[in-house]
């Protein structure tokens, strides 16, 4: 009777190790059936038994079944595991850190991590195309859990935030691309917008406009920024001091000349608002200076060439909107004179406008100030010509 019940114990250990150790070839089996809590019970047992977890197969089956929950649509299998995307990236990992490079494994765990970074993204555009961008916010950080420093992703979560109103998130994101040197323009622009205005912070501002102008030197937007921001900071001498030294280290460069000439046309936008008619006229004129030997430099600068033919263009609608306000006995007397003076202005202003438009003929912004000016100087034909490429520009569009 006493072996008889050790044989039953000993049967019963045995049958008790077993179960402990679990199989891969099960968990295959059940995943292979789709029956992923099955696969997941028997893989999660399997990689606490010190012979299989020494073993790539049991790894590498881990992380094709916790890819699987990662994939599911399934509320209640995703709902199995919060961790899948996490344990199949860690499985896929010890699969590559066990292997040869080229080893057949290493290669197909390479290809799942792959396959999981790319089923997130087609997830989160279709999350996204319903306008649920919170929802699509979420696929696309599980999608840099994969991809922790992939330019697309960064940018698809970026814009989603955005939508989201979840900005803190944005300009990490975004700030994320600058460090990668992955920033597009727009990013940039969107970095400068949400510190500007949604966060209100110059400082920060200024930050992130002389990282977009490291980048894109060449985009005057940023200039204007940059002029702006130092501006509302009260900096401006600092600025000016800063650029006039680098155009005494630089004299051929075009970009600093622009920038020196912005500062002060900006600045004189900002006094004419306030009133200061002298103080305006003063910055105007230096601006107009340094626009000037910008398009010396280079002839085919559009920023230097269309601000410049926009100061001239301002410069005689001072005189056109006093005769505009004349009545007929004020006009008679002074009217003619004040109108010839506005029209020699615009006739030196015309060379530079239209420079503007042989640098970009498609900007509708130089062509339509360019036809206002032949409109206003009565050279129809010209301005009709003007008139028609706009026209075919429209039908393009």
């Known amino acids: 009777m006493k072996k008889s019940l050790s044989i039953i114990l000993i049967l019963t250990i045995a049958s008790l190790s077993y179960a402990q150790k679990g199989s891969v070839s099960k968990a295959k089996s059940y995943r292979t059936k789709g029956d992923l809590i099955s696969a997941k019970a028997e893989i999660d047992v399997a990689i606490t038994n010190e012979k299989t977890a020494s073993k790539t197969a049991t790894w590498l089956e881990r992380g094709q079944i916790y890819q699987e929950f990662v994939k599911s649509t399934d509320p209640n299998i995703k709902?199995?595991?919060?961790?899948?995307?996490?344990?199949?990236?860690?499985?896929?990992?010890?699969?590559?850190?066990?292997?040869?490079?080229?080893?057949?494994?290493?290669?197909?765990?390479?290809?799942?991590?792959?396959?999981?970074?790319?089923?997130?993204?087609?997830?989160?555009?279709?999350?996204?195309?319903?306008?649920?961008?919170?929802?699509?916010?979420?696929?696309?950080?599980?999608?840099?859990k994969v991809k922790p420093e992939d330019s697309l992703t960064l940018l698809y979560a970026g814009i989603s935030s955005r939508q989201a109103e979840q900005y803190d998130k944005t300009v990490t994101f975004y700030l994320k691309l600058d460090s990668l040197k992955k920033a597009s323009i727009d990013v940039y622009h969107t970095l400068i917008y949400l510190q500007k205005?949604?966060?209100?912070?110059?400082?920060?501002?200024?930050?992130?406009?002389?990282?977009?102008?490291?980048?894109?030197?060449?985009?005057?937007?940023?200039?204007?920024?940059?002029?702006?921001?130092?501006?509302?900071l009260k900096r401006l001498d600092e600025a000016k001091a800063q650029i006039l030294d680098e155009i005494k280290r630089d004299p051929s460069n075009v970009n600093l000349h622009l920038s020196y000439a912005i500062m002060h046309d900006n600045l004189g936008a900002n006094n004419a608002k306030e009133g200061n008619k002298e103080e305006a006229n003063k910055s105007y004129e230096i601006a107009k200076e340094y626009y000037s030997k910008a398009v010396e430099i280079d002839a085919k600068s559009y920023v230097g060439n269309f601000n410049?033919?926009?100061?001239?263009?301002?410069?005689?609608?001072?005189?056109?909107?006093?005769?505009?306000?004349?009545?007929?006995?004020?006009?008679?007397?002074?009217?003619?004179a004040l109108e010839a003076k506005a029209n020699s202005i615009l006739k030196e202003g015309l060379p530079f406008m239209k420079a503007a438009t042989d640098s970009k003929p498609e900007d509708e912004d130089a062509l339509r100030?360019?036809?206002?000016?032949?409109?206003?100087?009565?050279?129809?034909?010209?301005?009709?010509?003007?008139?028609n490429k706009l026209d075919a520009l429209g039908k393009e569009d």
Do not use: H
């Open 308 to 336: 410049l033919g926009a100061l001239y263009v301002n410069s005689a609608k001072e005189y056109y909107d006093q005769v505009r306000d004349m009545d007929l006995s004020t006009y008679n007397k002074k009217g003619p």
């Open 79 to 144: 709902g199995i595991d919060e961790m899948a995307l996490e344990k199949a990236l860690e499985a896929f990992n010890k699969v590559i850190s066990m292997e040869k490079e080229n080893s057949i494994e290493a290669v197909l765990s390479s290809q799942n991590i792959e396959g999981l970074w790319g089923n997130l993204i087609n997830t989160g555009g279709e999350i996204y195309a319903t306008d649920d961008f919170a929802g699509s916010l979420v696929i696309f950080e599980q999608a840099l």
């Open 197 to 232: 205005n949604i966060y209100k912070d110059n400082e920060a501002t200024l930050v992130a406009v002389r990282m977009a102008k490291k980048v894109y030197p060449e985009e005057s937007r940023f200039n204007k920024e940059e002029i702006d921001v130092l501006i509302k």
């Open 369 to 387: 100030a360019l036809q206002q000016i032949y409109t206003q100087l009565k050279m129809y034909d010209e301005a009709e010509v003007i008139m």
